[in-house]
Structures are given as C-alpha cells and as structure tokens.
C-alpha cells in the first residue's frame, strides 16, 4: 500500500510500456498515468554512465513527488491535462531531464503529469522577493 504522506519514484517500465511506482524500494504499483505534486527530476550519473556504456536500459532517471493520483492501465479513465511544459529526457544527449522547448535543466516542479505521451510539469512558482 502506498503511504500517501511520503513520496514515490515513478519511472518508465519500457518491458512493461506503463510507470512504475515504488515507495520504500519495492513498486507497489504500475500506471499508464501519474500525477505528482512537489516534484524533483533525478538523473542517477553512475547509472546513465552504466547505461551509455553497457548499451542496455536500467532505471537511473525518474521523478520524485507526492502521489496525487494515478490510473491503472486497466482502467478505463483519464487523468486532465495540466497544460504545462513538456519535458524530457535523452541520456545520450544530456545529463537530466531538460524542458522540451528550451532545452534548459528541469530539477523541480510545482507538479507532473507522465502519461503515454511523455511528461508534461508545471514550473515551480518562486515567492516575489521582498
């Protein structure tokens, strides 16, 4: 069961073509759609290293957030759309997730959407300094 008080990983299970969700280091579920909230953008440097080496995928990039809700890829239901930015990433070109029209680092957002089409995340709103 999912503690919805502490955070999950969620990444992309390419032998499975859904998200997983793992929460103490075991999945404990699997989704076609995620949403998060407070969200951080990890790329693991050993693995990606590993990854460019070997050839061969293993999770070293995924995101970090509080499980807002997601969908069973049984269901049959869709979570809205955030109309956000989209973002991506590609370990052979760049060492993190970058936005996909600026190509800028994405660390953190305010929340996430990953869904069959890729991630889509709103941008953290910094307070007005004083």
């Known amino acids: 069961m999912i503690?919805?008080?502490?955070?999950?990983?969620?990444?992309?299970?390419?032998?499975?073509?859904?998200?997983?969700?793992?929460?103490?280091?075991?999945i404990h579920a699997s989704a076609s759609q995620?949403?998060?909230?407070?969200?951080?953008?990890?790329?693991?440097?050993?693995?990606?290293?590993?990854m460019l080496r070997e050839?061969?995928?293993?999770?070293?990039?995924?995101?970090?957030?509080v499980l807002v809700d997601?969908?069973?890829?049984?269901?049959?239901?869709?979570?809205?759309?955030?109309?956000?930015?989209a973002v991506?990433?590609?370990p052979r070109r760049c060492a993190a997730f970058v936005?996909?029209?600026t190509l800028a680092p994405v660390t953190v957002a305010e929340s996430a959407l990953l869904d069959e089409g890729g991630v889509t995340y709103c941008p953290q709103i910094l307070p007005?300094?004083?």
Do not use: T
């Not at 008080?5 to 103490?24: A, E, T």
């Open 88 to 90: 991506h990433y590609d």
């Open 34 to 50: 995620v949403r998060l909230g407070d969200v951080q953008f990890v790329v693991r440097e050993s693995g990606r290293q590993r």
């Open 3 to 26: 503690d919805a008080q502490r955070p999950v990983r969620v990444f992309r299970n390419w032998k499975r073509g859904c998200y997983s969700i793992m929460q103490d280091g075991r």
């Open 55 to 65: 050839q061969s995928r293993n999770v070293h990039a995924y995101a970090v957030g």
């Open 128 to 130: 007005a300094a004083a």
């Open 99 to 101: 936005d996909s029209q």
């Open 70 to 85: 997601y969908v069973h890829p049984d269901e049959d239901r869709r979570l809205a759309g955030l109309g956000g930015r």
